[in-house]
């Protein structure tokens, strides 16, 4: 049982969480991480957030329902994946700009 399926199955994420999970990993990295990132962002969407805080839940360990702790998103993600953000952003920025002057 993977990672994504022992959450499922220990009700940490719904169905739901997981495969929007498995369809990031096909179009982007296979990344446990990642994975686990998108799990908790389209769990945190259907808690009636619009993003899920780095920071805030890296280091943490996830509970079951029985308080199962099973380990979260490592700390060493958020720094690498703050660079990552903001170079995409700078490229969506220029690609626009770029556009937008022809």
Known sequence: MNMLDRLTAQGIIE????????????IGPDDPAVALAAALASQRVRQGNICL???EVAGTSLRSREEEAFPG????TVRPWR?????S??????ALRE???R
């Not at 998103?73 to 060493?76: H, I, T, V």
């Open 73 to 76: 998103l490592p700390p060493s």
């Open 15 to 26: 169905p739901l969480d997981s495969a929007f999970a498995r369809f990031m990993g096909r």
């Open 99 to 101: 556009s937008s002057s």
């Open 89 to 94: 952003r700078r490229l969506r920025w220029s």
């Open 83 to 87: 660079r990552g953000s903001r170079a």
């Open 53 to 55: 805080s780095l920071p």
